[in-house]
């Protein structure tokens, strides 16, 4: 049993103690760290960890064997170096971080002090996204020439917090939100981005999210590929891979259709589970050597370098290249 910190106490935060505590044989919260632990103190009674005020706190607990974080995002960089210079194992919610450069930073930080990094992408986990990564990596689609990808949902209203308006903390729009989990999927099937032209609209002032994020792909191995993003409309998830022989496409938590050339259209479900439970899980099983975390370093760094390049395209205007 991995015995881990969670750094953070918010919605998400929440959410992520409520998927293990209690419930898993792999791990387990053990203290938790909040600014207003007023505020969660009856929380963290009721699961049974204690509560302190700070990340040094938690790093200095001697029963703290790893740290999950659930903090604003341009926070996770300087946190996840902390944490790996303490010598503890770290997942961080995503994004990982706001810029390239700091999601390589903070991968080489727990590289060089041998511990694993996870990253919170839990639609990685979902059974349609595991089924559409072994199809297409069984070659049963050919050459694969073009990926499609949208998530939506109404999580930005329902769970709004100031922190989650700042467009410094929450740029792109939908991004941080939505888009980063397409962003995460592509990485893994089709590698590096190469050059991306984005572009963002709103229909109503701020702080009410109801606007959409779209985006053009080029990417290194040849294929094409647009990403689609809208705040505040029910959700929606969508991951349509085009191969020369056929196409698979992803649709929601459980569901995969299957195009083959010369063949009937196949419809495979799936039984639904704990996406957040499993990613965390996947994370004490790194912990553990017991195997690797599914998201490498390299997926993790090529979705944030995507995710700056939108970012810079839809501030900007025109198309943004990745050296």
Same mark, same amino acid.
């Given at each position: 049993?991995?015995?881990?910190?969670?750094?953070?106490?918010?919605?998400?935060?929440?959410?992520?103690?409520?998927?293990?505590?209690?419930?898993?044989?792999?791990?387990?919260?053990?203290?938790?760290?909040?600014?207003? #632990?007023?505020?969660?103190? @009856?929380?963290?009674?009721?699961?049974?960890?204690?509560?302190?005020?700070?990340?040094?706190?938690?790093?200095?607990?001697?029963?703290?064997?790893?740290?999950?974080?659930?903090?604003?995002?341009?926070?996770?960089?300087?946190?996840?170096?902390?944490?790996?210079?303490?010598?503890? %194992?770290?997942?961080?919610?995503? #994004?990982?971080?706001?810029?390239?450069?700091?999601?390589?930073?903070?991968?080489?930080?727990?590289?060089?002090?041998?511990? %694993?990094?996870?990253? +919170?992408?839990?639609?990685?986990?979902? %059974?349609?996204? $595991?089924?559409?990564?072994?199809?297409?990596?069984?070659?049963?689609?050919?050459?694969?020439?073009?990926?499609?990808?949208?998530?939506?949902?109404?999580?930005?209203?329902?769970?709004?917090?100031?922190?989650?308006?700042?467009?410094?903390?929450?740029?792109?729009?939908?991004?941080?939100?939505?888009?980063?989990?397409?962003?995460? !999927?592509?990485?893994?099937?089709?590698?590096? !981005?190469?050059?991306?032209?984005?572009?963002?609209?709103?229909?109503?002032?701020?702080?009410?999210?109801?606007?959409?994020?779209?985006?053009?792909?080029?990417?290194?191995?040849?294929?094409?590929?647009?990403?689609?993003? !809208?705040?505040?409309?029910?959700?929606?998830?969508?991951?349509?891979?085009?191969?020369?022989?056929?196409?698979?496409?992803?649709?929601?938590?459980?569901?995969?259709?299957?195009?083959?050339?010369?063949? %009937?259209?196949?419809? $495979?479900?799936? @039984? #639904?589970?704990?996406?957040?439970?499993?990613?965390? @899980?996947?994370?004490?099983?790194?912990?553990?050597?017991?195997?690797?975390?599914?998201?490498?370093?390299?997926?993790?760094?090529?979705?944030?370098?995507?995710?700056?390049?939108?970012?810079?395209?839809?501030?900007?205007? +025109?198309?943004?290249?990745?050296?």
């Amino acid at each position: 049993m991995l015995n881990a910190a969670i750094i953070g106490l918010g919605w998400w935060g929440k959410n992520l103690v409520n998927a293990v505590q209690n419930k898993s044989e792999r791990v387990r919260f053990v203290h938790g760290v909040s600014k207003e #632990p007023e505020a969660v103190r @009856e929380f963290a009674t009721a699961h049974g960890f204690r509560l302190s005020t700070g990340l040094e706190d938690a790093l200095a607990d001697p029963q703290v064997q790893a740290v999950v974080l659930a903090t604003p995002h341009s926070l996770h960089a300087d946190q996840i170096v902390q944490v790996a210079g303490a010598g503890k %194992p770290v997942f961080c919610e995503k #994004p990982l971080s706001l810029t390239r450069a700091d999601a390589e930073r903070a991968v080489a930080a727990t590289k060089r002090a041998r511990v %694993p990094l996870g990253v +919170g992408q839990n639609k990685r986990f979902w %059974p349609s996204t $595991r089924e559409l990564v072994k199809v297409v990596r069984s070659g049963a689609l050919g050459r694969i020439l073009h990926i499609e990808g949208h998530y939506s949902n109404e999580n930005s209203s329902k769970h709004f917090s100031a922190w989650r308006a700042d467009p410094h903390e929450t740029p792109g729009a939908g991004m941080t939100g939505t888009g980063i989990h397409i962003l995460d !999927v592509f990485s893994a099937l089709a590698g590096p !981005v190469r050059e991306v032209t984005a572009q963002f609209v709103a229909t109503r002032p701020a702080p009410d999210p109801l606007d959409t994020v779209s985006a053009l792909f080029k990417f290194e191995n040849g294929m094409s590929g647009f990403l689609g993003a !809208v705040r505040a409309t029910p959700i929606y998830w969508r991951v349509h891979v085009f191969g020369a022989d056929g196409s698979a496409e992803a649709l929601g938590e459980t569901d995969l259709v299957l195009r083959l050339k010369g063949k %009937p259209t196949e419809c $495979r479900t799936f @039984e #639904p589970i704990d996406s957040v439970r499993a990613e965390l @899980e996947a994370f004490a099983d790194a912990v553990a050597n017991r195997a690797p975390y599914p998201i490498t370093p390299e997926e993790m760094v090529n979705t944030i370098a995507a995710f700056e390049a939108i970012i810079r395209s839809i501030e900007h205007g +025109g198309a943004v290249s990745i050296q």
